[in-house]
C-alpha cells in the first residue's frame, strides 16, 4: 500500500515534469504566419518584406534604415537622431512653395553659417564684425522661411489617416512608421520614394534647438538620464555604444547642414533600407509599385561596418553621478550581439534572474529582503546589433542603500553560477519568450517592425520564427554556462546615483 | 468610317483611363497629385455579446481567433476617491494586496510562481474612479487562470507581510517623488487646480500610509468587490458559449451584495490668474504649465472642442514654439474631458532656462488668438481629415472594440458614444470652434507653473505677475511619540 502510493506519487511527478519540461510552444500557429510573409529585393538593394492580413481595413509600415548612433565618430555624435527628425521636413515638392528659389537662400546660410563659425574660432574675433554676420544670418533665415510650408510632410499624412506617424533613432537603427487606411497604399509610396530619393534639410538650424531641448528634456534634466549616458560611456571605452543617442551637446551645436547631407548620402542608399509592411494589402500589388517607386532612388555602396570593437575589459569599473535624487544602481557585463548563440541562453538568465515578480532577484531583494522596490535583469543593453551589455538595475528602498542591492545580486549571481536553474523556471522563461512573441505580432505595426529587425539584425526575417526551436532547445547547462562565461566581475561596471548634499 | 472612328476612339480611350486608373504601374505619381482612391474595403465588425450572470456580473465577450490567447479586463465600480483624506493611500494599497497577497489556500508568492510558470498575468489594482483586474493567459491554461481568479476575488487574505510591502513601496515612492521634473510638474499642477486636499489631485503622505490599517484595507475591499458592481471584457481564442460557462463555473458562487456607491466628490473650481513657482536648482530647462478645469466629454460641445484641440495642439503650440521657434520638444495645449468628472484644460512644454518666459508669452499668445479670431479653412479641414480618416484605426483590434465598450458601460455612456462624436465632429464649423474656444478657453484666468532654475530665467516670472512660490519638501515622518502628544 505504502509503495503503491509513492509509486503513484512519482508516477505524477513524473507525468508533471513531462508537462513542464515539454511546453506547448505552438509551432504551427508561428509557421503558418511564417508560410505567409512575401519578400521582394529591387535591383538596387532595397529589400520589402510583406505580410498580408485583412481583419482590418488598415496597413503599418516601417521602414528600417541600418544606422544609428553606433555609426557616428567623434564631432557628429547625436547626427543619426538629427537626421531622423531633418527627415520629417520634406522634399523638392513637399514642404516648399519655390523649391529653386529656396535652394539659393539655403546654400547662402550655410555659407554664412561657416563664416560665423570660423570667425567665432579666430584668436581675436571681430565683434562688429561677427554682429554683422549674425544679424544677416537671422534676416537670411527668414527669407528661406517665406518659402517653408510649415510641417507639411506630417500634415498631409495625418490628412489622410496616418494615426501612428514617427520614427526613432537607437544605437543601432533609425526607423520610420506610418499606419493609414488600407487604399492610401499609392499615397504612402509617392510620398515614402520622394521622402528618401529627394529629402530637404530645411529648417536646420532651428531643428537642432529642438533636439538640444530633447537632450536636456531626455537625459540632462533627469538623474536617470545621467546616470546611464554616464555608465554606457564607462563600460565602452572604444566602441560608439559608449556615445548616447541623442549626441553630445557641443556636437549638436556645430553640426552642419552639409554633415547631415553627406552623412545621408552615405547611409540611406537603398541597400541599407528595409521595408516592413502588414495589413490589408496583397504582396503583388505592392511589389508592382514598389519597383516603379523605389527603384528610382539610385543604388549605391553598401557602407563600411563600424569598425571598433570594444575591447575586453582589464577590471571593474566604477562610476558615479551625484544628483538631486534617491539612490538607483546600475550594474552591466559584457556579451556579445544578438547573433551569436549564446543570446537565447542569455535571454534565459535574464528572465530568471530579473523578470517578473516570482525572478529570483525580486524574491529576494524586493520581497524578502525588502531592500529595493525594483530589482530587474536585462540582456542585450543599449543595443543588438553590436557586443553589448548585460545588465542589472535596482532601486533601494526607502531607507536602504545601493551597496545592500548590489551583495544580494553578487550572491544571486554566484547562486547560478554553481547550481543549475529549476526546470519550472526554464519552462517559465520559454513560455513566457512565446507569449510576449504572440502579443507583438497581434499588431500589425509590432509585426512590421518585428520583421525588418529580424532580417537586418538577425541576418533573415525567418529567424523571428526559427528562434522558437533555439529558446526550446535551451537547457540548464546553458544557462549555468553562460552564467559563468559573462558574469565575470573582472567584466562589469557599476553606475551609482548619489545623492547630493 | 466617321462613325465608327468615334466609337473607336471612344472604346480606347475608355480603356486608356481604365489603364491609367487601375493599374499604377504605368503612373508614377509625385505626393501632389491627385490621388484617387479606391474604395476601402469593409470595416468588419467583430460579434460582441453581452450577458448577465445571475449574480449580477455583466459580461462583454468578443472571439479572436487569429492567436492562442485569452485575456480578461474588469472595471470595478470604485475608487481612491473614496478613500478617507487621513488615509490617502488605502485603496491603492487595497488594488495591490488583492492580488500580491494572495487567498486563504494559496499565498500570494506561490501564487507569483504558478502564475508566472504559466506564462500568465493575473493583476489588480484601484485608480481614481474604478478599480481593475486584468488576465492575461495562453489558451490551454484558462482553467487554471479562472480558478486563481475566483480564489482571489471570493477569498482574498490580505496578509500583514504584503501589507507591509506595498507600505514600504508606498513610502518609498514618497521618498522619490521630487526626483524627476517631469512628476512634479503634473502632481503640483492638478494640485493648483482642484485643490491640495482635493480627492483628485491629493497624495500619500507618511502620516496617511501609516494610518492604514488591515482592518481599512479589508473592509474597503468588502465594500465594493462584488460580482453586481463588477463589468468584465474578454476577448480571445475562445467559443463565447464555453467561455460564458465557464465564468459560470468559477465566478457563479461570487456573491452579490448591495452596494451603496456614494456620487462622485464635486469640483468646484473658481477661475483666477496665478503664478506660481518651483525652485529646481539642479536643471538648465523649465517645465511649463498653463492652464485651468476642463470638462466632460458627455458635452455637446464636445466634438467641436476636439477640433479646437487638435488645431490649438498640433497647428498652433506645435507650429509656433516647436517648429518655427525651436523652443521645446514637446509642445501642446489641449482642452481635457474626463468621462464623469472635469479634466484639465493644459498647455505644456519644456524649454531651456534662458527662454523660460518668452515661452509662456508665446503659449498664452497662442491661446489667446484662439478665442478671438476664427481657424482658417484650411485648418479646420485638415483638422477633420485626420480625425475621419483616421476613424477606421478605431476597429483595427477586438480588444480595443470591446474594451471601448466595457469602458463606455461602466461610466454609464451610451456604446455608441464614439459614433455619435463624430456624426457630430462632421458638422462642426469655424464659427462652432470660435464659440466654443470663447466660452471653455480663459487665458485671462489661467494658472501658470513653472518648474526651474529662476537665476538663469530670461526675465523674472514677477513680470507676469505676483509669484507664488510652492514649497514641495516632503514632511518627514513623525516619530510616535510626538503623535502622542498632539
Redesign the interface.
Known sequence: MQVRKRQCFIAVLILAGIL?LNP?L?PQ?FEAIKNQVRIHALKNGMKFIVLER?????VSFHVYADVGAANESYGITGISHLLEHMAFKG?K??GVTDYEAETEVLEELDILYDAIKREKAATEPDKEKLSEMEQRFESLRQKA?EYVV??EFI??M??????GINAYTSNDATQYIN?L????L??WM??TS?RFLNPVFR?F??????????R??GL????MGRLLEDFLATAFKAHPYHHSVVGHMSDLQNITRTDVENYFRKYYGPSNLTVGIVG?VTPDEIF??A???FS?IPSGPKPEPVRTTEPEQWGERRVTVE????PIIVVGYHTPSACHKDNAPLEALANILGQ???SRLY?VL??EK?VA?TAVGLSGFPGDKFSNLFAFYA?P??GHTSAECLELIDEEIGRIKSEFVTP?EL??FK??A??NL??Q????ARMAALLTYADVVLGDWKLLFDQIEEIRAITAEDVKRVANTYLVKKHRTVGEIIP?K | MGKYSKVFIIVIAFFLVLFYCGN??FS??????K?V????????MPKVEKVELANGLTLFLVEDH????IDLRAMVRTGSVFEPPSKVGLAAICGQVLR?GGTTSMNG?QM??EL????ATISTGIGLTSGYITV?V?K?DIDRAFEILADILKNPAFPEDKIN?AK??Q??????R?????QITFREFQKLIYGGDSPYACHPEYATIDAVTRQDIVRFYQKYFYPNNTIMAVWGDFESQEMVAKIKKNLETWQRKDVSILSLPKVDYGYRYTVNHIQ?P????SHIMIGHIGGVMNNPDYPALSVMNSILS?DRM??KI?????????VYGYYGAGYTYPGVFRCGA???SESTVYAIGLMLGEMKRMTEEEVSDEELA?AK??Y??????N???RAEIVNRMMTYAYFGYPLDFMDRVKEGLEKVTKADVLRVAKKYLHPEKVQILVVGKEEDFDKPLSTLGEVNTIDISIPSPKPEKEQMKE
Request: cysteine-free.
Open positions: 513542464v506547448s505552438f500557429t485583412h481583419d482590418a481595413p488598415v522634399t515638392v513637399v522661411k510649415t510641417n500634415d498631409m495625418r490628412r489622410e489617416g496616418d494615426r499606419s487606411p488600407s487604399n492610401r499609392e499615397f509617392a510620398m520622394d529648417e538650424y532651428k531643428e537642432r534647438d529642438v533636439v538640444m531641448e530633447e536636456r528634456l540632462e534634466t533627469r538623474p490589408d508592382q509599385m519597383d516603379l517607386y528610382r544628483a538631486v535624487s534617491q517578473g515578480r516570482s524574491q524586493v520581497k525588502k522596490v532601486v528602498a526607502k519550472e519552462t517559465k513560455r513566457n512565446v507569449k504572440l502579443n505580432m497581434k499588431s500589425n547630493e | 499604377p504601374a508614377q505619381k509625385s505626393p501632389k497629385d490621388f482612391f479606391p474604395s476601402l474595403n469593409p470595416i468588419q487569429q492567436y492562442p490567447t500580491t508568492d507569483d510562481k508566472e510558470t504559466m506564462a492575461s495562453l490551454e510591502l514600504i513601496q513610502r518609498t515612492v514618497i521618498s522619490r521630487n526626483d524627476d521634473i517631469g529646481k539642479d536643471v538648465n530647462q498640433f506645435f507650429k516647436r517648429t518655427d521657434e525651436g523652443l521645446a520638444y514637446s519644456q524649454t531651456k485638415k481629415d485626420e475621419l480618416n483616421s476613424f477606421v484605426f476597429f483595427d483590434s
